[in-house]
């Protein structure tokens, strides 16, 4: 029997520089390389992606890569200096990622297509292929008031989703959250749990070059991005009394988006920017801020999986977390709660942390317990399984 010929896109790894989709189409592609049963093809020119460049055995799945005028090492230098999402969309409409998706949908070398992102435009060109998606979340149903009045991605989203062969999630509680905005037959919906991006969790060799400035001191750890959902500014307000009444704490905020003026003003107005540190993070770095911090706090209003939450675990780092949406089924019980619109809940439960040594070794234990149920190996096989049964329908 033949290998399965899987094509996916060049979607996610142009939309962002470093996040949890791209490293999920990573993991993926990574096991299925080294399955004789599975061939794939990535249609990129070039992108400037963290978590694919953390894969460079990928590279040669790449369809083609852009040798033009302004060659790789060109883009990767103007990328280098702005690393802004804005400007990988605009490499991407110049090298013509999408054109290269097009140009492989067109010649239907392929089974099954699974695009990385929810643009629709594929649509047109599949004829009669079967596709399958991935809906990470629901955060654009949910919380639309987050979002500019002209954004597509919840119309692009229920297209896609009312038109696949099969439908993956990532949670229960995102599935229970399709439902509530499509008309997706529940049966077409499965759930596959991600993996663990940090399933062995060395100690580390640092460059002390790259080491965060306040490594020495004790710290609360924020991971990911900072937009309102996340929570990050309510969280900075409900622990700055804190941070004013103990010298040594401070808040590292790990991520790929430096601080804006508009977010120095606010950690100003609130007399904690000198405790408020960013550090711009890869892999090695991001295993050292979770084994030295005193905990991670994930303050969330809404996750669609919450790969963090993982992370922290396997590093041995006390998770502290929002009880909304997906987290209580990843965390379940190697992590503690609280409620994430409530100062007083969120201060509580870290000064139980902070102050309990005992609970905090506790939680450590039940963290590194609570791994066993995620694996990328697992991920992988039950997405292949999906993969045979949308091509039989």
Not at 49 to 54: F, H, M, T, V
Not at 70 to 76: G, M, S
Not at 287 to 303: D, I, M
Not at 318 to 328: G, I, R, T
Request: charged share 25%.
């Amino acid at each position: 029997m033949p290998p399965m010929r899987i094509l996916y896109d060049h979607q996610i790894f142009y939309r962002q520089n470093y996040g949890g989709v791209s490293r999920y189409f990573c993991e993926l592609m990574n096991r299925f390389s080294a399955d004789p049963d599975m061939r794939f093809v990535l249609p990129l020119h070039f992108v400037q992606n963290d978590n694919l460049s953390q894969f460079p055995q990928l590279n040669k799945y790449w369809s083609g890569r852009y040798t033009g005028l302004y060659n790789n090492k060109c883009v990767a230098s103007i990328q280098k200096k702005i690393r802004f999402n804005a400007i990988n969309f605009g490499l991407n409409f110049f090298i013509n990622n999408q054109g290269e998706s097009v140009r492989l949908l067109k010649k239907q070398d392929f089974d099954i297509f699974h695009p990385t992102y929810y643009e629709p435009y594929f649509l047109k060109y599949l004829q009669k292929k079967p596709f399958v998606m991935t809906v990470y979340d629901m955060i654009h149903e949910l919380f639309p008031e987050y979002f500019k009045s002209d954004d597509q991605t919840r119309a692009w989203k229920k297209e896609l989703i009312e038109n696949a062969g099969v439908v993956i999630t990532i949670s229960e509680n995102t599935k229970n959250d399709i439902a509530k905005f499509t008309d997706v037959d529940p049966d077409l919906v499965k759930v596959i749990h991600l993996g663990n991006p940090f399933e062995h969790c060395d100690e580390p060799q640092i460059n002390t070059a790259s080491s965060p400035p306040v490594s020495a001191k004790p710290y609360l750890l924020f991971v990911g991005g900072r937009s309102d959902y996340k929570n990050f500014n309510f969280f900075i307000e409900s622990v700055a009394e804190m941070l004013g009444k103990n010298n040594e704490l401070n808040v590292v905020s790990a991520g790929s988006i430096p601080f804006s003026r508009i977010e120095r003003h606010f950690l100003r107005n609130l007399n904690v920017l000198d405790k408020v540190h960013y550090v711009r993070v890869n892999d090695t770095i991001l295993k050292n801020l979770y084994r030295n911090a005193q905990a991670f706090v994930f303050p969330s209003l809404y996750e669609g999986f919450g790969l963090p939450v993982l992370e922290a675990f396997s590093c041995g780092c006390p998770a502290v977390l929002s009880n909304s949406s997906s987290l209580p089924e990843i965390g379940g019980d190697g992590a503690v709660y609280f409620e994430p619109t409530d100062k007083e809940s969120i201060n509580s439960i870290l000064e139980k942390v902070l102050s309990d040594e005992t609970f905090r070794k506790d939680l450590i234990t039940r963290g590194y317990s609570r791994l066993k149920y995620f694996s990328w190996e697992h991920t992988a096989q039950k997405t292949k399984k999906i993969y045979e049964s949308a091509m039989n329908r």
